[in-house]
């Protein structure tokens, strides 16, 4: 369990999981797991993946990779940003990180009570 907004949690959650789903080949992986007072969350899926170039940039707003607009021409680039935005106001952290397939977000939150913001 975590403190904080249902409907904002519930709109990261659905950004990683669309996110995944557009990128994967055939499987997304969610992985949930409590590790002292930091609640980790990994989506991965087992597309093409994130070049380690453009880890950072798929946070800004209205970015969007060649492989993503190839996928979803009608999609706007602020899935990633609002998702890493929601994780950040509840004191969590998310991020890209390395996988040995496709790609994987790992979102960090404080275990409900808590107040330390997770590392990572």
């Not at 996928?71 to 609002?82: K, N, S, Y």
Request: glycine share 10%.
């Amino acid at each position: 369990m975590v403190d904080g907004s249902r409907i904002e949690l519930s709109r990261l959650l659905n950004n990683l999981l669309d996110n995944a789903e557009r990128h994967a080949t055939s499987a997304v992986t969610v992985t949930l797991t409590l590790d002292g007072e930091v609640v980790t969350l990994e989506v991965s899926d087992d597309g093409e993946g994130i070049a380690p170039e453009h880890r950072k940039i798929i946070f800004q707003r209205f970015t969007r990779l060649e492989a993503s607009r190839a996928r979803d021409p009608g999609g706007t680039g602020l899935g990633l940003p609002i998702a890493r935005q929601i994780a950040q106001s509840h004191g969590g952290t998310l991020t890209v990180q390395d996988s040995p397939r496709g790609a994987r977000f790992v979102l960090r939150l404080p275990e409900r009570g808590t107040s330390r913001p997770p590392s990572g």
